[in-house]
C-alpha cells in the first residue's frame, strides 16, 4: 500500500526550513528518503529502521515514529540546490532484499 | 568507479515490437529491481531479483519480462503486450541484508 506525502509541493526562500511528511496505513519497518532533480535518478538520502530514531547530516535530518507509522524529513536553511522532489520509500518487513513502496512525492522548489 | 550503469539513455520504441533495456551494476549487489516513473508520479515496482536465476514480481510486471543470469547485470524487456511503454525506467541495487537502494540514471522509452 502506497504511503501518503504531505505536502504535494512547497515554494521556499532560500534560508527557509521545510517539513515533509510521509504517513503510512500498515506498520513499517523502515523509511528511506530520496531526492531526484528533474530527469535524473533518485539520490539516496537516509535510512530510518524502526524504533523511532532520528537521523540527520548538514542541515537535513529525518525522525520515525513508529507508533503513528510516520517519518518527517526536515529540510532547515534551505539552499537552492535542495530544490526537487522529495520521495519516501517504505518496507514492512525484513529480508534479504527489500522490497520499497514509495510514495507520490513532494516537490519542493527554493529561490531567491 | 563503483556504479549501476544503463543504457541506451532514451530508446524508441515501435508498435508491436519488444524492447530491452540494460542494467549493469558493479557494486557486488545482490539484489537488483526495476522501476517505472510516469511525469509526476512516483516510483513504481516491476520487478526483482534477489539472488541470480531468481526474480519475483512486482507491482506493475505485466507486459514486461526480465532475466538474472549474472550476478551484475539485471535486464527488462518491455513487450508488445506493454500497451501504454513511454515512461522513466530506472534501475536499482542493494547488498543482500541492508535495504538502502542505489539508482542507475534512467532510461527513457518512447513510442513511435
Redesign the interface.
Known amino acids: 500500500q502506497q504511503p501518503v506525502q504531505s505536502p504535494q509541493a512547497v515554494i521556499l526562500r532560500e534560508g527557509e526550513d521545510a517539513v515533509i511528511n510521509c504517513s503510512s496505513s500498515k506498520a513499517l519497518y523502515s523509511v528511506h528518503w530520496y531526492r531526484q532533480k528533474h530527469g535524473e535518478a533518485p539520490v539516496f538520502l537516509m535510512i530510518l529502521l524502526k524504533g523511532g530514531e532520528q537521523k540527520g547530516h548538514d542541515k537535513i535530518s529525518a525522525s520515525f515514529n513508529e507508533k503513528k507509522q510516520q517519518s518527517s524529513l526536515y529540510l532547515t536553511a534551505s539552499q537552492l540546490s535542495y530544490s526537487g522532489t522529495y520521495f519516501c520509500g517504505t518496507s514492512y518487513r525484513t529480508g534479504t532484499a527489500s522490497k520499497l513502496t514509495f510514495g507520490t512525492g513532494t516537490r519542493l522548489q527554493v529561490t531567491l | 568507479d563503483g556504479g549501476i550503469t544503463q543504457s541506451p539513455k532514451y530508446l524508441f520504441r515501435k508498435e508491436g515490437q519488444n524492447v530491452t533495456l540494460s542494467c549493469e551494476q558493479n557494486l557486488n549487489h ?2 537488483m529491481y526495476w ?1 517505472r516513473q510516469d511525469p ?6 516491476i520487478y ?4 541470480v536465476n531468481d526474480f519475483q514480481k ?2 506493475i510486471a505485466e507486459g514486461y519480462s526480465v532475466s538474472r543470469e549474472k550476478k551484475e547485470s539485471f535486464p527488462l524487456t518491455v513487450t508488445s503486450a506493454q500497451k501504454n511503454p513511454t515512461a ?1 525506467y ?1 534501475c536499482a541495487s ?1 547488498t ?2 541492508r ?8 532510461t527513457r522509452l518512447l513510442v513511435l
Open positions: 545482490d539484489a522501476y509526476g508520479q512516483g516510483l513504481r515496482l526483482y531479483s534477489q539472488i512486482g507491482d522513466f530506472l542493494s543482500s541484508g535495504e538502502t537502494q542505489y539508482f542507475g540514471p534512467g
